[in-house]
């Protein structure tokens, strides 16, 4: 039954049609928003925190207040800076935040405005508030590396190397963990599971709490929740760090800056890098190395978990044996993903991302096993017309039966007749996007139970008899 | 709600009506860090053109302009659906160091080829600005090869406010316009429908009385719109300009060049849509049947929607509704629909309005309502939340503010998929008010629950 | 807005038409799959243990044993008494269980076997084994009345009246409860809820486990899990009972043997009897009693699920405001359904179950508010057809647009063309069945999730547009 | 797997070949209190009957019997779905007292006049045979007033087995079939097709190779099934029955009283359904044209098959399976085409088998294979366990045994939706077998990890 080696000429264009990635400054944006009393400012025109509020709340369903340094002609003409300390101090006064996270635009960046020297002037910060700038023109690079590359300049920023480590408590071993773009209920399980292995957290983002809180009584300039500064600026004395995704990893390796390798080669945090845990493989190993740092047993509830969903696998195998599906989102997602859907039997036929690392193959070659890879089609800086049309160009028995990504593959999914499985960022079509689980044995229950059902939905519907059986 | 401070700089852009004399500072850009609700020039610009369902809309810069704006508005086709699609230059590192003109061109050539489009519509964003492309250039060179209308729509971000943008997109259809090199010639009693998006169908629904008045509807700008269409607006005897002026520019135009004069209305509740058919049958009085004939819809068309009204009037009688929308002329609008409801208006306040819309806005509101200028979100949760308000009519980005609040809401924006106006669209804006508003779910809501003490924000 | 009173007339016919109920025996297998080391025996032919076996099955995606004394003609005769015991005894020889439940079909009820009398000249037990009957023939009521049936006559059985208390310690306030018939994310929620406020409970049955194993190293017997007979056996020292379900506790009220009245009567156990926790009120009233009788404040984890779901619906109020639904299936379920229902706004145009309960109505009407019962056509004794005929006889402003209930109304949804969401028992044509949550917050988040998701996804898939944003 | 003891009772019901020597006992009731797979005579009788689609099929009992059947069989129909409606005289405890005669008659005469159906089947359950209700005397009462036959299936649960339920059905159906006045009028090279239930559409296929070899069909029972066409049963020269046993019954009598003769085949696999279309062919010898096309249509569908047969067949060689299905006659078809496949079998049983279906199968088998009568789940863990199988074939009640000891299952009874009959058939039982077995969720099952100290059940 091994197919011969599919289809796998990819068609090519100047121009992007149905971008399948953002622009960096959201996901600097989207970090900032995972810190406690941090304010986002965006150093460039109005339009574009705007655009990415409406973006953010339309996953969200939450207030996401990003400010703006609103660039007029003249500042492009003459310079930003003025503008940006109006803004600076606006948001200070308006919000009282206890960070503002400044994200440059492309705007500001190739105006060549340089907002490291004005921070400096300011002394990095405005009445007690931290001013962190992390740069981001959205010409170079996707949303995802305006995310790590936020977190490493909050890291690096609250870490600097001469910092005296004040103490180094043996009893809390904190360790830090690096998620990446993981939704919000990822994020409540993750601390959940650090919880019951008696183990402190930092996370850094977490905008958990922050990007899905309560109905207010009264309104709140900024939410409640996110990693406290307080926590950051003690991620030097944690004994380990844990950055999550393999595209990541690969480029850690090749000597980007990650805020794990910053806490390494500053003060000798060690860090282990491992994908993001989708599955029950990769959960294992999350869990694995979280037993082996914080020196304790696997908690019995994950056991639980753990088998209860091998048994799921058993008693849905047959639905998804040999299944083909087409994965989009970002490298990361989509690398922790195929390995996901690999091990319960589905041919990751088409692996997709609008990311431009260089790393994408390599880290799908090092999840896959080697019998599936000759099967797989793997593209980055790939768009969605491209994707549709790699698709539907594949031979019909080489065609993805399932389309498993975040909600902008709907057209093509309606196109292409295909069901789809909404998972990943953003959810704009649907509630409760926030609230999808991914991660952990339990993330690999819902996942494989949700597939399963699309599939078993599809055959019912389509089905001209209906049956009530399956 | 002490715990919200205005901005000073932000003080003369709140009013409550009967409290200060009245001295509304507006038509500014933004404050920076303000966290205003307005966008860019380029979306001024996207709205007005984005419509015209088979022009090819090429997004000129890095990719975020595109990405954030794919098929995000509700305007519908009843034919092509390439406005749907963003498309984007998706400039990267060595276009901005070498310039992006020759990756323009192939970019356009290639998607002209792919999608046979009647037009093409460049949108230059902040960085084109910055790194020089002449893109006026690269459009003349394949609006040559091609044949086909290609057109600059100068809508870099940073150079004024969103109304610069509906100026840039009038350019851009003027051009268009211009570009029909036939001899004019003036079909009698008809009209170009001006500013009317056709969000959830609205264009056709506001087509069809027009027909049924005996008026000829010779394009419509940009609702369900064609290029070729458009190429034909300049034979109409008449414009009708919607909305506070997102086409009004064109309208002047057309009236400066061709010499054709236009009115401005609203469609949206049963008053205005009956004063804009009306004002429009007045215009062509020398065809009489028109008068006679819009008579007889308006009534036919108010019968029909007054009961379902009145049974959720009895509901809605009393509550109080915010409003905080684009254009003030909207809001002039909802007032008065408002009112058809039962409902009172206790906030009121646009992104863009003007002095003159403001003091309008001034003379509809009752005592103790509060009028915004270019608004934020602590202002509007404050003052929506001080005025009690039952409901909140905005767009997505108004939407959580009311919802974190536990206030109703309605989604007046282009992101909505119901059609409201006219008189069948009153039903529908009804039944969404009345929906929300009646909802059971606002007795769980932390503000409106008694002993306050059960606190929600834990 | 008000529509005038719906269309009422429900036809009627002598058959039963696709049955919206299951007999007596279900339920109390049920039950004792629910008790640690059970092993259910049916009284009468084979084809009703391997029916049910199957059905159970089906839902469950277990193993589910139930023996049978296997009837033949010449048992019908002469009295079933020797089948039994030949039956119980390779039961136990076989499986060595704690405790074999029996229950009767309608072949053995109506050939008169004195079950009672046989199983005390073998003095209710077997080698250790105890033997507990009950009395389910399945002309009388349905599996629900076989469940309740089964879970006082094991309460009965273990909690004699002349038992003398042995302890009753002050610090261990255990709590008893008897959920009814939920799912085993229901009852693996409902301990968790329980360990949070620090309390101990005693869950009859408690299947979760049994029913939701994982895979196996040896074949087991009887699978792990259940409420322990030692547990059962110290409920009359429990501080209190709580037990779910509006039609049973109005049953109750008329003098109906429920387990909570048993240990109430005999041994001055007070008693609560609530709704099931299905949505935000019936839960904050679940919590409510709970936190006063565990004297332990609402754990703050609660808390936050509560503002999160209140907060959830506020976001997606529109979408379901003035929805007409049809609900069906057990009665408790549907009435705990319905409050939920009503307390987002959507209209239960349609309350049916095949339970045959005078109580049904009743119990709508307490859980309604006011204003909606008038726009509601409430009927028991209900069978598929009938509802399907009423729904579509309904004026199409008054038809429901939704349907929520177990997996078998599919057809009837199919042939209306009307979205449908799959709660309840059985769920037989997707899996995960036995993971939906329906109570607590978290349940009421996942429904509503569900429930905006599947009036969504009707709207997108129906429109000619198929928007990308909702 | 020391931990599961056997019955001692059930000792001489399992057979491991070349341990002992062969003395199986078989053919008995089952065993009380063991959990028998088996079902009930009531159950027999609506398998057999459940695909004639236009007939009225009313379960006279308690609601039990009707919900737990509804639906639950993948027989499709070209037309009429009245089989797949569960209907049921739900008998109360009054009905118990009073007898349910009464409401069996009500109910049949509004379920007539409601669907209009060409028969009616009443099923007898248990409590029927004990009540004493004359539900022959109601069926005559009903036939007479509303002109369609109506007939009482003797399938009260506790009167024997599953076994004796396919011969109240074959009753039932000869009662139908003598119904048919007309005179009898052999159609020359013409068959009935005995016991195929048009499982997933098999009866299609099938039906679509007779009539590739030019042999007319003149009914099948009951696939697709008509009540006209099953009366016309009387008229086919040959009766071709499949399945153990489920039909011979009728078959015997059709032989007995009209003469047709019968042989016995099976459709599953490329072996047994070349030699049953082979033998039908043979049986027509008078007209050579048969044999000649159905050696031409053997060898075109086998052609079409093998490439994709043998490209499994390499994931697949050497793995092990366990059988256990209703009829050994299955079983035996089952083992042949896992040889096709390079499979091995290691544990063979049925529910129902005789000494003579045993003997057959112990010839089949290699050494030590097991072979079990009426077995239950603790043996059929125990034994595929110990004998290290892949793979599980059987039904649903077999499915969660299979899984629980991570082994892979092919559903092989009613349940299925997926026609597992002739060429085509076995292509995809191949595949649903490859795709079970090739799964690499067996990696992570307790059973399958290394080193066996990872426990699974915790």
């Known amino acids: 039954m091994t197919p011969s080696r599919p289809y796998k000429e990819t068609p090519s264009y100047t121009a992007t049609q149905n971008a399948c990635k953002l622009c960096t400054p959201l996901g600097a944006s989207l970090v900032f928003q995972g810190i406690e009393g941090c304010?986002?400012?965006?150093?460039?025109?109005?339009?574009c925190s705007t655009y990415m509020r409406r973006y953010l709340i339309s996953h969200f369903k939450e207030p996401v207040d990003i400010a703006s340094s609103n660039f007029t002609e003249e500042t492009a003409v003459f310079g930003g800076g003025a503008n940006l300390k109006l803004a600076i101090e606006n948001v200070a006064r308006q919000y009282a935040p206890s960070m503002i996270g400044i994200a440059t635009t492309c705007l500001s960046e190739t105006i060549g405005d340089d907002v490291r020297l004005i921070l400096n002037s300011m002394d990095n910060s405005i009445n007690g508030t931290a001013l962190v700038h992390v740069s981001t023109p959205s010409y170079s690079g996707t949303h995802v590396d305006g995310f790590h590359g936020a977190v490493a300049a909050v890291v690096d920023r609250f870490n600097p190397a001469d910092k005296r480590i004040v103490y180094r408590p043996k009893k809390k071993k904190t360790i830090n963990l690096f998620p990446g773009m993981l939704s919000n209920e990822d994020l409540r399980h993750l601390k959940d599971i650090f919880e019951d292995f008696h183990t402190p957290v930092?996370?850094?983002p977490d905008y958990s709490e922050r990007l899905e809180g309560p109905s207010w009584q009264?309104?709140?300039?900024?939410?409640?929740?996110?990693?406290?500064?307080s926590a950051i600026e003690k991620m030097n004395v944690s004994v380990h760090s844990m950055e999550?995704?393999?595209v990541l990893a690969l480029a850690a390796e090749k000597g980007q800056a990650t805020a794990g390798g910053i806490l390494n080669k500053r003060f000798g945090v060690s860090c282990t890098r491992l994908p993001i845990p989708i599955g029950v493989k990769a959960t294992d190993r999350f869990l694995d190395i979280l037993s082996q740092i914080s020196r304790r047993p696997v908690p019995e509830r994950y056991k639980k978990e753990k088998w209860r969903v091998v048994d799921t696998y058993v008693d849905g195998n047959k639905y998804v044996s040999k299944k083909r599906a087409l994965i989009y989102g970002e490298e990361d997602f989509v690398v922790s993903m195929a390995g996901f859907l690999a091990e319960v039997g589905i041919i990751p036929v088409l692996c997709a991302s609008g990311g431009k690392s260089k790393t994408f193959k390599a880290a799908l070659e090092q999840t896959l096993p080697e019998n599936l890879i000759d099967q797989v089609i793997i593209q980055n800086d790939m768009d969605f017309t491209c994707m549709e049309e790699t698709a539907a160009a594949m031979p019909e028995a080489l065609r993805p039966e399932l389309i498993i990504g975040n909600s902008k593959g709907y057209a093509m999914a309606r196109r292409l007749k295909i069901p789809m499985v909404r998972v990943g960022f953003p959810?704009?079509?649907?509630?409760?996007?926030?609230?999808i689980l991914h991660v952990g044995y339990k993330g690999a229950q819902q996942l494989f139970d949700t597939i399963v059902n699309a599939i078993l939905t599809e055959k019912q519907t389509e089905s001209r008899i209906g049956y009530s059986y399956m | 709600m002490t715990s919200i401070s205005v901005l000073k700089q932000r003080e003369k852009q709140i009013y409550q009506k009967g409290k200060q004399p009245f001295e509304m500072t507006c038509e500014t850009k933004s404050l920076a860090g303000a966290v205003s609700q307005r966008a860019c020039v380029f979306c001024g610009?996207?709205?007005?053109?984005y419509p015209i369902a088979d022009a090819l809309h090429l997004i000129h810069g890095p990719i975020g302009c595109a990405s954030y704006t794919w098929d995000i508005r509700g305007a519908q086709s009843s034919g092509p659906e390439l406005h749907r699609m963003s498309f984007s230059t998706d400039l990267s590192e060595t276009d901005i160091i070498y310039g992006g003109e020759k990756k323009l061109k192939k970019a356009l050539l290639e998607l002209i080829e792919k999608y046979s489009p009647k037009a093409a519509f460049i949108y230059c964003t902040c960085i084109v600005g910055i790194i020089g492309d002449d893109v006026d250039a690269v459009c003349r060179q394949v609006e040559k090869e091609t044949n086909i209308p290609v057109i600059a729509v100068h809508s870099e971000g940073f150079k004024g406010t969103k109304k610069d943008g509906y100026k840039a997109a009038c350019d851009a259809l003027f051009s268009l316009i211009e570009r029909n090199k036939a001899p004019r010639v003036t079909i009698p009693d008809s009209i170009n429908i001006l500013g009317e998006f056709n969000i959830g169908g609205e264009t056709w629904i506001i087509k069809k009385y027009y027909e049924a008045m005996g008026v000829k509807v010779v394009s419509v700008i940009t609702g369900d719109g064609r290029v070729d269409e458009v190429m034909q607006a300049r034979n109409a005897a008449l414009n009708v300009v919607q909305c506070s002026g997102s086409v009004t520019h064109?309208?002047?135009?057309?009236?400066?060049?061709?010499?054709?004069?236009?009115?401005?209305?609203?469609?949206?509740g049963i008053e205005d849509t009956s004063d804009a058919l009306y004002q429009v049958a007045v215009h062509f009085k020398k065809t009489p049947e028109i008068l006679k004939k819009t008579r007889e819809l308006i009534k036919k068309e108010v019968k029909a929607i007054v009961p379902s009204l009145e049974t959720m009037k009895k509901d809605l009688e009393g509550k109080k509704a915010a409003i905080y929308v684009g254009g003030a002329f909207k809001a002039f609008s909802l007032i008065k629909a408002l009112k058809t409801l039962g409902m009172e208006v206790v906030l009121a306040g646009s992104q863009t309005g003007t002095k003159e819309d403001y003091e309008v806005l001034r003379q509809m509101c009752n005592e103790g309502t509060v009028i915004l200028d270019d608004s934020n979100p602590l202002e509007l949760a404050k003052y929506s939340v001080e005025k009690d308000a039952d409901l909140f009519i905005g767009g997505v980005k108004e939407r959580p503010i009311a919802y974190k609040m536990g206030i109703g809401f309605c989604d007046h924006n282009h992101e909505r998929k119901i059609p409201l106006v006219g008189f069948e669209g009153m039903v529908n804006f009804a039944k969404e008010v009345h929906g929300t508003v009646t909802s059971p779910i606002w007795d769980l809501v932390p503000r409106r629950q008694n002993p306050i003490g059960k606190e929600g924000a834990i």
């Open chain 1, 39 to 47: 304010v986002p400012l965006l150093h460039g025109s109005q339009g």
């Open chain 1, 202 to 204: 930092t996370i850094l």
């Open chain 1, 218 to 229: 009264e309104y709140q300039a900024i939410q409640k929740g996110g990693t406290t500064l």
């Open chain 1, 244 to 246: 999550f995704g393999a």
């Open chain 1, 427 to 435: 959810i704009h079509d649907r509630v409760g996007g926030s609230r």
């Open chain 2, 45 to 49: 610009s996207r709205v007005v053109l």
């Open chain 2, 250 to 268: 064109l309208a002047k135009q057309m009236e400066k060049e061709y010499g054709i004069p236009f009115i401005r209305v609203s469609y949206f």
